[in-house]
């Protein structure tokens, strides 16, 4: 997968997932920090497959129906890197998410929560 990870994001996330055999760029080495949402999808969805974040507000702010990109969305309570480590391996297990798919990274190594299109309510998925 190729991965864009966002300027909100940890940037430690691109080594531990290109040991995991992604390609990753961070939305810095692309040249487009300070993009709107909007903005940033657009030109990232031709160069990559996934958005990973911490914006828990993309969801309700975007429409993803007819986007080439998938989006995780690490919800933590805090910005901290060693705080957000134990999240890693679920971005990793979220990528074989498809084009317009958003999902929730969990703390367990291999749990993801999808956000479902066009409503509040969540439901849980573990993978094993």
């Known amino acids: 997968m190729r991965v864009l990870i ?3 994001a940890p940037r430690a996330l691109k080594p531990f997932l290109s040991r995991e055999d992604h390609e990753c760029g961070t939305v810095q080495e692309a040249g487009w920090a300070g993009k709107e949402n909007g903005d940033l999808l657009s030109l990232a969805e031709d160069a990559f ?3 990973i974040t911490l914006d828990t507000n993309l969801s309700y702010q975007q429409n993803l129906a007819g986007r080439k990109i998938a989006i995780v969305v690490i919800r933590s309570s805090s910005n901290r890197l060693d705080h957000l480590r134990q999240f890693f391996p679920a971005c990793a297990s979220a990528l074989t ?3 317009g798919e958003i999902v929730r990274a969990a703390r367990s190594a291999s749990t993801f929560t999808p956000i479902p299109k066009r409503t509040s309510a969540l439901a849980s998925v ?3």
């Open 6 to 8: 966002d300027e909100c």
């Open 126 to 128: 573990t993978f094993q």
């Open 97 to 99: 998410i498809r084009p």
């Open 49 to 51: 497959d996934v958005l």
